[in-house]
């Protein structure tokens, strides 16, 4: 937990201006059911059982971490009848679906902030709303208020993009009516694309060594996966040539083709790099695009939200279904070494203090990296695959900084209401620095030399504008997700406290030309480079995806070409986290289609109960 001098400064004054009674600091993911107990007496008392008993039972599976996709794996497999363990290393489960209590008071949600990509499927099949999941949908999309001078106007105006068809046509309108009609065109299109690619996710990858080299029955294995495949090329049908522009093109130039006005132009392609080290310039960034309209929330196509009480209530969700179905759910038990047996063969973990765990199977839902380079003993993996994961790309250009602040924002180019509710603007994702695709690439050119551009991308969410539950009265809670900032620095600078604040401190001099007053309503601040989101979260590199989301790292190329079912070269061990299909972001499908396939794998080495 990082508290830097600045919450201490100002924390008189916070308990004076928002509390009501004093808090104390209480990390645990879900703080309804879970209050006054550590997240892991709770989980444990909830999972029923002494923690000894625990560790000394033998289980059909282990999992290793408590990542949303790991919880949705263990729900699966208990779910089809398999007893279910899960250790995470951390003290709270829901990895980088998480909320955490940083500044008293306020709930982070410190990593990722809206969710949108859950499949509907997981959504159903584990009950998610009966298991606590509370969402609130956002009226609007996206917003970006613009610097006069930038945008070449000569007041302060801004574009939203809602759901509301009209107010987005008369605000793209604003800059270009041109542009406001080609909108809805290219956003069905896009959507389309999206939507046909949706069952990709929800089943495995073809996978090419089994194609190339499997047998008969390997080969026949892989004819579900390869109808889907065909059956998602022939839904995207005429469309097939923009989404092979989308995956090979820069995305500026298929936005410059589309559209005139800046603004609207950049907005669009934020949706592109988000979260990569990637710039509207190079090629084959599109396919985050479809990533962002794949989504839907409670039937909601597109839409996006916050859940209730942060994303860790998405997480505590899936726990509370995985429990209920008798899995047991453990904190703080980093696990050091996959165990083997005398065939190479997977049969348990060992934790750090030394605690061996025996099952059947062992699925990993840390990267890539971790489980295949760090956890799994050496010998028991082929040269040519150690080399395959060593060459995986974790680089990220991601700093996410959670901030409490005293009051709503107050934006030069929307006032606030003299009633204080927060307009739509307020509940969208707020773009700054957004003025042009220009100014983008101009924040990603320094970062590709270790050095960091004073106007960064900044993107701004407040959930409390939506959800009460996570901030005292008249307070609120603000995520910055900026780009670009190198893990590794130039100069034999390092990310130390010093930088850190450094780096906060200008991303909120930035937010201060847009929102006079911020500055002075930041009373808590949680800043997060890569070098943070590695050692805090596991996050190899700091990438947020488990891993860069390009070409030759998505389907059958994740998380290589030569491992991409889940399978792992050690029978009965298998990735079932973001590392592996269909990839990043709070989707569960990794963790549904790993567990799907080892219990089947199970079932056929004939070790089911
Ligand atoms: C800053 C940021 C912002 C993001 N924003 C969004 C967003 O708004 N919307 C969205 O959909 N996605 C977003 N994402 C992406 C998304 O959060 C991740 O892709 C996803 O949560 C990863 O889930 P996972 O379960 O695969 O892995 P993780 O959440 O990384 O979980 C892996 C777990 O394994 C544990 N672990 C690792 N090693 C061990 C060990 N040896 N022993 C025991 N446990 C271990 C880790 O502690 C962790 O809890 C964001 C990510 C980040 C970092």
């Given at each position: 937990m990082l508290r830097l001098p600045v919450i201490t400064l100002r924390e008189t004054l916070l308990q004076k201006v928002c509390f009501r009674k004093p808090s104390v600091i209480?990390?645990?993911?879900?703080?309804?059911?879970?209050?006054?107990?550590?997240t892991s007496q709770a989980v444990?008392?909830?999972?029923?059982?002494?923690?000894?008993?625990?560790?000394?039972?033998?289980?059909?599976?282990?999992?290793?971490?408590?990542?949303?996709?790991?919880?949705?794996?263990?729900?699966?497999?208990?779910?089809?009848?398999?007893?279910?363990?899960?250790?995470?290393?951390?003290?709270?489960?829901?990895?980088?679906?998480?909320?955490?209590?940083?500044?008293?008071?306020?709930?982070f949600s410190r990593c990722s902030y809206v969710l949108s990509l859950?499949?509907?499927?997981?959504?159903?099949?584990?009950?998610?709303?009966k298991h606590g999941l509370r969402v609130h949908v956002r009226p609007a999309g996206a917003y970006a208020p613009l610097l006069g001078e930038s945008a070449g106007l000569s007041r302060p105006t801004s574009l939203l993009l809602s759901s509301n068809a009209k107010n987005t046509y008369d605000q793209i309108a604003q800059f270009s009516e041109k542009d406001a009609k080609e909108y809805f065109v290219y956003s069905e299109i896009i959507e389309?694309?999206?939507?046909?690619?949706?069952?990709?996710?929800?089943?495995?990858?073809?996978?090419l060594s089994s194609l190339g080299d499997g047998s008969f029955k390997d080969r026949m294995e892989m004819w579900p996966a390869i109808k889907t495949l065909l059956k998602t090329g022939s839904q995207i049908g005429k469309n097939l040539p923009m989404f092979y522009e989308l995956l090979t093109a820069p995305v500026a130039k298929i936005l410059d083709r589309w559209f005139e006005s800046e603004p609207?132009?950049?907005?669009?392609?934020?949706?592109?790099?988000?979260?990569?080290?990637v710039s509207p310039q190079t090629p084959g960034a599109g396919y985050v695009l479809l990533h962002h309209v794949m989504g839907e929330i409670e039937g909601v196509k597109h839409a996006w939200a916050f859940p209730e009480g942060g994303m860790g209530g998405v997480s505590q969700s899936i726990a509370n279904a995985a429990q209920s179905y008798g899995a047991t759910i453990m904190t703080e038990k980093p696990v050091d070494t996959i165990m083997l047996d005398s065939d190479q063969k997977a049969c348990g973990v060992v934790l750090e203090?030394?605690?061996?765990i025996r099952s059947k199977m062992v699925l990993s839902n840390a990267t890539a990296r971790i489980t295949y380079l760090n956890l799994t003993p050496q010998e028991a993996l082929p040269k040519e695959f150690i080399q395959d994961v060593q060459a995986i790309d974790y680089t990220s250009p991601v700093t996410k900084i959670n901030v409490a602040l005293d009051r709503l924002p107050n934006f030069k180019a929307d006032p606030n209401l003299a009633s204080g509710v927060p307009g739509a603007h307020h509940t969208s994702t707020i773009h700054l620095n957004c003025e042009s695709m220009d100014r983008i690439t101009a924040s990603y050119?320094?970062?590709?030399?270790?050095?960091?551009?004073h106007r960064p991308m900044i993107e701004m969410c407040i959930p409390s504008s939506l959800d009460r539950t996570i901030a005292p009265e008249g307070c609120h809670v603000a995520t910055l997700f900026t780009q670009y900032t190198p893990y590794h620095l130039a100069n034999g600078e390092k990310w130390d406290e010093r930088k850190m604040n450094e780096y906060a401190d200008m991303v909120f001099d930035n937010i201060e030309d847009y929102c006079p007053g911020f500055k002075s309503s930041v009373v808590g601040r949680d800043i997060l480079p890569p070098p943070e989101l590695e050692r805090i979260f596991g996050l190899t590199g700091g990438n947020i995806f488990h891993g860069a989301m390009s070409l030759d790292q998505i389907y059958f190329g994740r998380p290589v070409t030569s491992a991409a079912s889940y399978r792992s070269p050690v029978e009965g061990l298998y990735l079932c986290g973001s590392g592996a299909h269909p990839g990043g972001g709070v989707m569960g499908a990794p963790g549904r289609n790993a567990a799907r396939l080892a219990s089947k794998d199970l079932e056929k080495r004939g070790k089911r109960r």
């Open positions: 209480d990390c645990s993911v879900n703080q309804v059911t879970l209050r006054n107990l550590s444990h008392r909830a999972a029923g059982g002494c923690q000894e008993d625990a560790l000394t039972q033998e289980y059909d599976a282990i999992i290793i971490g408590a990542g949303h996709n790991g919880l949705t794996a263990s729900a699966y497999l208990q779910k089809a009848g398999l007893k279910t363990l899960v250790l995470e290393r951390r003290h709270v489960i829901g990895g980088a679906a998480v909320t955490e209590e940083i500044v008293p008071g306020f709930k859950l499949r509907p499927e997981i959504y159903e099949e584990l009950e998610l709303k389309g694309i999206g939507a046909a690619i949706g069952p990709l996710l929800d089943s495995p990858p073809v996978d609207l132009k950049a907005i669009l392609a934020t949706d592109c790099i988000t979260g990569a080290m203090d030394g605690t061996e050119e320094p970062c590709t030399r270790g050095e960091i551009y």
